[in-house]
């Protein structure tokens, strides 16, 4: 007698993807985030080859680069704040904002330009930066273009919502506010003064960042830990986002007046707060890897502020900024890049039809990431501040550049499964 066939498992089922059968750049519009995050991914790479190759030339000579107008450093937190992470806010949130509010999918025709307004304004304020005089402002005009169409796609949106979904509404703040700051970059590029500038540049990290960051993981981390972690409570309350809004804007504010003495008042609030999330939201027991980056990306966020939290006092005391921009460094590479990883594998594995895991890439990218950020952290109290600088920077292109790749090939393909999107 022939024994019933055993139901499969995932120890004998055969989960690879089925091979694609070519990729095309037709593929990108099939759904926001597959463009938005193949623009992103892009505009990762190129941002910080321009950012390590200027650093190298600026502490050894070669590549030789030009100096930059706006001051290089300052072009630089602008493309990574306001181009090349906003290009994953705008890829996830115009597929998702549907979802939270029960809305049908966005037409293609409405967020294609939104896709080529940021990736044309950082290819351009790139090669502005390599050399070709109008490149910065054409940049920002296509940025602030690209912007303008997402804000008006996810404002529509927020404005038929009947759920009342706060989640929505506090990213929508956050890039409103996004948007302020990139009308204090045009205003400076335009002749305006330095300090907006600054300005641009800190409503950037805690107007636009941190808060997006904050509100999508408080709205998907607990849900990905219940759908997995058998016994998981999600704790999710909507205190947590009215307390930390007015001491991110806090923050903002003491920054924007140079009070950096007083940060502690608003950074030991914070890390208190960001600290009872990660207890709170931390699973316990046996959790699959792809689970596990996120809560180990945000980890950074606790220790981040505990280094504002230190250097604030530190100056009050003594006067001297100890740590300089290492704090803000293991906000940006540490929490934002981790995340980031996080979060887009995730993604990019579940809407391509592929496994819910971590591949070799991500992994690979995940865990040279963290090594970066403490480089970068570290490199403010080391010897020869610009090596580790430079160093730092080539590590973020070594992390990234075979996950990527992998992304990108995905984002080209039909979904390995054969459904839509």
């Known amino acids: 007698m022939r024994p019933p066939p055993l139901e499969p498992t995932l120890a004998t089922m055969d989960i690879r993807p089925t091979p694609a059968p070519g990729l095309s ?28 190759a200027w650093l190298a030339s600026a502490r050894w000579g070669a590549p030789s680069m030009p100096q930059t107008d706006p001051y290089a450093g300052w072009l630089h937190a602008f493309v990574m704040q306001y181009q090349m992470l906003p290009s994953f806010f ?30 044309g304004g ?9 050399g070709w005089e109008a490149g910065i402002t054409v940049g920002l005009l296509m ?9 008006l796609i996810l404002g529509q949106l927020l404005l038929r919502d009947r759920s009342g979904n706060w989640h929505a509404r506090s990213c929508f703040a956050a890039l409103a506010l996004g948007f302020v700051g990139l009308a204090c970059w045009a205003a400076f590029v335009l002749g305006g003064s330095p300090l907006l500038a600054f300005a641009s540049i800190k409503i950037g990290s805690f107007g636009l960042l941190l808060p997006v960051y904050l509100t999508v993981a408080h709205r998907m981390f607990p849900f990905f830990a219940s759908r997995v972690v058998p ?22 504010v003491l920054e924007l007046l140079h009070a950096y003495g007083w940060l502690w008042l608003v950074d030991a609030p914070l890390l208190v707060l ?55 460094h293991a906000l940006f590479v ?28 991500a992994w690979f990218a995940f865990i040279a990431i963290q090594v970066v950020a403490a480089i970068r952290v570290a490199a403010e109290v080391l010897p020869d501040m610009m090596t580790w600088h430079a160093i730092a920077a080539i590590g973020w292109l070594v992390a990234f550049a075979p996950w990527v790749i992998r992304i990108g090939r995905i984002y080209l393909a039909p979904r390995a499964d054969g459904k839509p999107g």
């Open 25 to 52: 750049p037709r593929q990108l519009a099939e759904a926001p985030h597959r463009l938005m995050f193949f623009i992103g991914a892009t505009n990762l790479l190129l941002a910080m080859a321009w950012w390590a």
């Open 90 to 119: 705008f890829g996830f949130l115009l597929t998702t904002f549907p979802k939270w509010i029960g809305l049908p999918d966005i037409d293609r025709w409405r967020y294609l330009p939104v896709g080529a307004g940021l990736f």
């Open 122 to 130: 950082q290819l351009a304020t790139l090669l502005g930066a390599a």
């Open 143 to 151: 940025t602030l273009a690209g912007w303008l169409a997402g804000l």
């Open 231 to 252: 016994g998981y409570q999600p704790w999710r309350p909507l205190w947590l986002l009215a307390a930390f809004w007015p001491l991110a804007i806090g923050h903002l």
């Open 274 to 328: 960001t600290g009872l999330m990660l207890w709170r939201w931390w699973p316990r027991g046996d959790k699959p890897g792809i689970l596990s980056v996120l809560f180990i990306g945000l980890a950074w966020l606790p220790l981040a502020f505990a280094l504002y939290l230190g250097q604030s006092i530190a100056y009050e005391l003594t006067g001297v900024y100890w740590l300089g921009r290492g704090p803000a």
């Open 334 to 361: 540490g929490f934002f890049g981790s995340v980031l990883v996080a979060m887009v594998t995730r993604v990019t594995q579940g809407h391509s039809g592929r496994p819910l895991v971590m591949p070799p890439a």
